[in-house]
Antibody
């Protein structure tokens, strides 16, 4: 069974940093592109960042470019999101989601984690 | 960036009725790489449809998707009580992989 489990969320002050993790199981992690999607409480979904299966291609939403860094450790079947210079607008549930097809950057997102909540507040 | 506009913002229907949700893109979505998700309170989004019209694994056949180019539709033929939720469309062809703002399907 495919599982994606996010962790690392919590309360953080504006301007500080936080690192999210996504632990994967039930599939060959290194074969799939993985993404981060966020959702402010009570609001809609926003794609944040994605990394290709080989790790050579990364992409970011304009709202986080230059502040967030996505990375992966295939040996640990884990995805990370380093978030710097956090602001109240970054308060959201953060989900990781995998692409459906191995070695493909055009397939849909078929499995999602349950999310971790990041709250940026003083 | 492809902007997706969903309509209506909220839809009030009764169980057994037909629901029609719309998703309009600001530019053509390549290869109809358009997905629909269902989200219930406190849960992650659940994939319903991909490539506009292919049902994901385990999705009942009362759900159907159609469309191409810039206009897409999700139809639920006969609403069940468990279908009342928020529905999002997403294009996954061009980064940034944008979502619509959602349609909330509520019980009348």
């Amino acid at each position: 069974e495919v599982q994606l489990v996010e962790s690392g969320g919590g309360l953080v002050q504006p301007g500080r940093s936080l690192r999210l993790s996504c632990a994967a199981s039930g599939f060959t992690f290194g074969d799939y592109s993985i993404h981060w999607v966020r959702q402010p409480p009570g609001k809609g979904l926003e794609w944040v960042s994605g990394i290709s299966w080989h790790g050579l291609r990364v992409a970011y939403a304009d709202s986080v470019k230059g502040r967030f860094t996505i990375s992966r450790d295939d040996a640990k079947s884990s995805l990370y999101l380093q978030m710097n210079s956090l602001g109240p607008e970054d308060t959201a549930f953060y989900y990781c989601a995998k692409r459906a097809v191995a070695g493909d950057d055009t397939s849909h997102f078929d499995h999602w984690g349950r999310g971790t909540l990041v709250t940026v507040s003083s | 960036e492809i902007v997706l506009t969903q309509s209506p913002g909220a839809l009030f229907l009764s169980p057994g009725e037909r629901a029609t949700l719309s998703c309009r893109a600001s530019q053509s979505v390549s290869s109809s790489y358009l997905a629909w998700y269902q989200q219930k309170p406190g849960q992650a989004p659940r994939l319903l449809m991909y490539v506009a019209s292919i049902r994901a694994t385990g999705i009942p056949d009362r759900f159907s998707g159609s469309g191409s180019g810039t206009d897409f539709t999700l139809t639920i033929s006969r609403l069940e009580p468990e279908d009342f939720a928020v529905y999002y469309c997403q294009q996954y062809s061009d980064s940034p992989y944008t979502f619509g703002q959602g349609t909330k399907l509520e019980i009348k």
